[in-house]
């Protein structure tokens, strides 16, 4: 009797294990499931016009708009598309010889971004010229670009003129930078964030929701830089996404953005490496933490909740950007200030070294009599000093998104300057070269 009721019940948690088995299964085989919502409009893969998106998603669109007039800033950044060469002089010497130096304002909304592009100083419209601007700058800027990726390839649109494709982007950063159109997932629309990736060996359909967004700020929130003469958009990520994987890559490679004036040192511009510096192991990165929960925390309008596409600095709404995790927002802003305060007077202590090391590689290129190979090494620390600065710098955070990775690049940044400038110094045998605070001293008589 007892052994028929064991093998009854062996027989039946057998049966309930292949049940349990096949239904694990079948839900993995299954299709992505379908939003539960009827939209209003049917819109197009890779539809350009975000009002049309904003017809199925009017809470989102509206949320979206908000950055076209949200201008307020922060302490150390914000959208009011401030000079950087007037708040902090310094930069003018350290991008000289360069477009930065007639022209660098902080960034507006993403609604802004194509009237922004399209009105900079930086931009060369003379199609004829050949040091035109070329149509890779238009890469994060509007969402035309999917369709017009798909429809040219990225070669073709990278080799245009800046003055020929304007005529065929007419809507700024929007949906389709994004999403995909129908399941509204989160995508990878840049050809050239897929090849990094893919040059890494990761797949991006395989990251998680999470993942994902972050992973789509990587669409434009990334160092690159213009490849051969058809200025391919390509991310320096193939040795790793530190900055010291991508100076290594670009000393390989031989790559210079400019050279500087008289000091003859061949340069690097860093772009804007958000995604680079947050996921370089930060406390919030590691912590699962993405961009988005916190540049577009989750609101709520009535019973609806959603993502808010007002993308902004969180310390404008900490209590919604922060207060998600922190019951303590008062003390989470304090903190930010601290660490950014720390950071922006490290980053001035950083300039300034650079600023001493340029004077002296300058004078000691002056000299015909320089020992040759000790000015290379001086012109070598110069670059790798300001790229790291410039990583940090170019970075939208002053430092928060990875503050111990910030203040590390900075260190080395001041370090290497000084080594430079003894370097130089050293190649004439002028110890006047060595003086610091060149920035502050008065001009001549």
Same mark, same amino acid.
């Given at each position: 009797?007892?052994?028929?009721?064991?093998?009854?019940?062996?027989? *039946?948690?057998?049966?309930?294990?292949?049940?349990?088995?096949?239904?694990?299964?079948?839900?993995?085989?299954?299709?992505?499931?379908?939003?539960?919502?009827?939209?209003?409009?049917?819109?197009? $893969?890779?539809?350009?016009?975000?009002?049309?998106?904003?017809?199925?998603?009017?809470?989102?669109?509206?949320?979206?708009?908000?950055?076209?007039?949200?201008?307020?800033?922060?302490?150390?950044?914000?959208?009011?598309?401030?000079?950087?060469?007037?708040?902090?002089?310094?930069?003018?010497?350290?991008? =000289?010889?360069?477009?930065?130096?007639?022209?660098?304002?902080?960034?507006?909304?993403?609604?802004?971004?194509?009237?922004?592009?399209? $009105?900079?100083?930086?931009?060369? #419209?003379?199609?004829?010229?050949?040091?035109?601007?070329?149509?890779?700058?238009?890469?994060?800027?509007?969402?035309?670009?999917?369709?017009?990726?798909?429809?040219?390839?990225?070669?073709?649109?990278?080799?245009? =003129?800046?003055? &020929?494709?304007?005529?065929?982007?007419?809507?700024?950063?929007?949906? =389709?930078?994004?999403?995909?159109?129908?399941?509204?997932?989160?995508?990878?629309?840049?050809?050239?964030?897929?090849?990094?990736?893919? =040059?890494?060996?990761?797949?991006?359909?395989?990251?998680?929701?999470?993942?994902?967004?972050?992973?789509?700020?990587?669409?434009?929130?990334?160092?690159?830089?213009?490849?051969?003469?058809?200025?391919?958009?390509?991310?320096? #990520?193939?040795?790793?996404? &530190?900055?010291?994987?991508?100076?290594?890559?670009?000393?390989?490679?031989?790559?210079?953005? #400019?050279?500087?004036?008289?000091?003859?040192?061949?340069?690097?511009?860093?772009?804007?490496?958000?995604?680079?510096?947050?996921?370089?192991?930060?406390?919030?990165?590691?912590?699962?933490?993405?961009?988005?929960?916190?540049?577009?925390?989750?609101?709520?309008?009535?019973?609806?909740?959603?993502?808010?596409? &007002?993308?902004?600095?969180?310390?404008?709404?900490?209590?919604?950007?922060?207060?998600?995790?922190?019951?303590?927002?008062?003390? *989470?802003?304090?903190? *930010?200030?601290?660490?950014?305060?720390?950071?922006?007077?490290?980053?001035?202590?950083?300039?300034?070294?650079?600023?001493?090391?340029?004077?002296?590689?300058?004078?000691?290129?002056?000299?015909?009599?320089?020992?040759?190979?000790?000015?290379?090494? $001086?012109?070598?620390?110069?670059?790798?000093?300001?790229?790291?600065?410039?990583?940090?710098?170019?970075?939208?955070?002053?430092?928060?998104?990875?503050?111990?990775?910030?203040?590390?690049?900075?260190?080395?940044?001041?370090?290497?300057?000084?080594?430079?400038?003894?370097?130089?110094?050293?190649?004439?045998?002028?110890?006047?070269?060595?003086?610091?605070?060149?920035?502050?001293?008065?001009?001549?008589?």
């Amino acid at each position: 009797m007892n052994r028929s009721i064991t093998l009854i019940l062996v027989g *039946v948690i057998i049966l309930l294990a292949a049940a349990l088995t096949g239904t694990l299964v079948f839900m993995k085989n299954q299709p992505p499931q379908e939003r539960s919502f009827e939209p209003l409009v049917e819109v197009k $893969a890779m539809e350009p016009d975000s009002s049309i998106w904003g017809q199925n998603f009017p809470n989102q669109y509206d949320s979206f708009m908000k950055t076209k007039t949200n201008n307020a800033d922060t302490k150390y950044g914000g959208s009011s598309a401030f000079s950087w060469l007037e708040r902090d002089p310094r930069q003018k010497i350290l991008f =000289a010889g360069m477009p930065f130096s007639k022209d660098y304002n902080d960034d507006r909304g993403h609604a802004n971004a194509l009237e922004d592009v399209n $009105a900079t100083k930086r931009v060369n #419209w003379d199609v004829n010229d050949p040091k035109r601007t070329p149509g890779t700058c238009y890469s994060c800027k509007t969402s035309d670009n999917p369709a017009l990726w798909a429809e040219m390839g990225m070669e073709a649109y990278d080799k245009m =003129a800046f003055a &020929d494709l304007s005529k065929q982007v007419n809507n700024s950063i929007g949906c =389709a930078n994004c999403h995909e159109a129908g399941t509204m997932r989160l995508i990878v629309t840049n050809p050239a964030l897929e090849e990094a990736l893919k =040059a890494q060996g990761k797949d991006w359909k395989t990251f998680s929701r999470q993942e994902m967004r972050s992973v789509v700020c990587a669409n434009c929130h990334v160092e690159y830089y213009f490849k051969g003469e058809g200025k391919y958009l390509t991310f320096p #990520w193939a040795d790793g996404t &530190d900055a010291d994987s991508m100076i290594a890559y670009y000393e390989e490679l031989g790559f210079k953005d #400019w050279e500087y004036p008289d000091a003859k040192t061949p340069m690097l511009k860093a772009q804007h490496p958000e995604y680079e510096m947050f996921t370089q192991g930060s406390t919030h990165y590691n912590a699962g933490v993405a961009c988005a929960d916190c540049h577009m925390p989750y609101v709520r309008d009535g019973a609806a909740k959603y993502s808010s596409h &007002d993308v902004k600095s969180p310390l404008l709404n900490p209590v919604q950007a922060c207060g998600q995790c922190h019951t303590n927002t008062d003390y *989470v802003v304090e903190r *930010v200030g601290i660490i950014q305060e720390q950071v922006a007077n490290t980053k001035i202590a950083a300039e300034d070294a650079i600023i001493d090391a340029i004077n002296a590689i300058k004078a000691a290129a002056a000299n015909p009599s320089a020992d040759a190979a000790l000015l290379d090494q $001086a012109r070598k620390l110069h670059r790798e000093a300001q790229f790291k600065w410039d990583f940090v710098s170019a970075e939208n955070s002053t430092g928060f998104h990875n503050p111990e990775y910030a203040l590390k690049l900075l260190a080395e940044a001041t370090n290497a300057a000084r080594q430079a400038q003894m370097l130089a110094a050293q190649s004439v045998g002028d110890l006047s070269l060595l003086a610091t605070g060149v920035y502050y001293a008065p001009p001549a008589q």
